[in-house]
């Protein structure tokens, strides 16, 4: 009895750990694209623009990021347009491959981690107020100003099995920088 007490502990322990690390990568690449935040909106059907950073009532976080690296020295920029989501009790990790685009290309996706009952994005402005949609205003949406958001700190709050809230707070560079 003490012996299969003691496996089922182990194991269980080893479960725990296992899945710490997966939460560990994915709050890295995260706070990776977080902290490479780029002031550059982009431009979308040739005449319209959007911001360099979209969070909409859902949840989902749209940004720029610079620091895409590019080992294999193809003819792209390495400024990327990404997003998160959450979808199916998943983080989901979307990025396109040019950074201007069209309304009609599609990201590619990638799960950084499962089984999350909750996701949610807040952005803190300079007032420190949290909002949890960006741009406050819609005739922002097309706004070119790069200094138009007082933008300070990105808040993201999941809920992972088996434990619970996590919670991080990420300062941003300046969007005037």
């Not at 003490?2 to 496996?7: A, D, E, H, R, T």
């Not at 296992?18 to 979308?44: C, K, P």
């Amino acid at each position: 009895r003490l012996l299969s007490q003691s496996l089922e502990s182990q194991n269980v322990l080893q479960s725990r750990g296992e899945r710490l690390a997966e939460i560990h990568r994915a709050l890295r690449v995260v706070q990776r694209d977080i902290l490479q935040f780029s002031a550059r909106s982009i431009r979308v059907d040739k005449n319209e623009y959007l911001p360099p950073l979209l969070l909409s009532p859902e949840g989902a976080l749209e940004m720029t990021r610079v620091g895409w690296r590019n080992p294999l020295g193809q003819p792209r920029s390495e400024v990327q347009r990404l997003g998160y989501r959450w979808q199916d009790e998943k983080l989901i990790r979307g990025y396109w491959l040019t950074l201007d685009r069209s309304y009609e290309d599609e990201p590619a996706y990638q799960t950084l981690l499962s089984d999350v009952t909750e996701l949610e994005f807040y952005v803190i402005d300079n007032n420190g107020n949290q909002h949890d949609h960006w741009p406050l205003d819609e005739d922002e949406l097309n706004d070119m100003s790069d200094d138009f958001v007082g933008l300070v700190a990105i808040l993201m709050r999941v809920e992972i099995e088996p434990f619970g809230f996590i919670e991080r707070l990420w300062q941003i560079p300046p969007l005037n920088a």
